[in-house]
């Protein structure tokens, strides 16, 4: 009798052991859920920027039968530039402005009587391009890049009193006319530089590649081969336009109350 109870007893006891190590684990499973919960609902990384309104202003120069790079004259910049990704991003730029070249004494073997060239040019420019852009190095404050681009460029080659040259026949031979749209290829490399706030500076060195030889309205007369060329020097200001910011936390209350019963 004696031997049953004690039996009784023993197991009574090994199941409430059991029941108490079952509850007790089940409390502190609950409680890490609240604290890995919690803690999968924090994002401590900076607001992200992934679109820019770009503001520029750059020194472009002439290279073509007037001139090799010695005037420089300034073009207005505005655009989007895109910088979700890593590696590859992308800029839509629009700029407008003018470019200048002279040579007084020019002559040319194809000169007649008929068609003498032009010895100045001022030729307005009107611009539209995608740029698409490699980063070599991309870090939260950093990027040093190369770009390829196409666009399209609307000139118009005036001389010293205003006067549309495109309009004037006898600088060119009789046969020769010209469309004032060109496609342009900008090959680039730049480097950009961003504050905590998000804003940044840059700066972009490009040749423009025209596929025009008559931003100088000189061609045919011409003495040198190719088309004509514009060096470019930008300077950029960057303004976020989209914003997405770090999560934050929602069940800061329970995450503390979690802290205060471990403490205790």
Known sequence: MKMSKIII???WLLIGINITTIIAQNEQDSLWNVFEKDTNLIDLSPPKYPL???IGLSANAYSGDLSSYQK???LYHFGLSFNQNKKWNG??????GFIT????TYQSPKITEQAVPNTFFSTSLLTLSYELRYNFIKTKRFALYASQ???LMQFTPKNEEGQKLVDIFNTRPIDEV???VSVFLPTAVGANYWLKNGYGVGLQASLLNPQTDYLDNISALGTKNGNDQILQFRFFVLAPLRIVYAKKMPERRRKNNFTHQITE
């Open 149 to 151: 681009g196409f666009g």
């Open 52 to 54: 820019f309104l770009d």
């Open 9 to 11: 007893m023993s197991l």
């Open 72 to 74: 420089w004259t300034a």
């Open 178 to 180: 010209y469309s004032n």
């Open 91 to 96: 800029r839509v730029n629009l700029s407008f």
């Open 101 to 104: 070249g002279e040579n007084r």
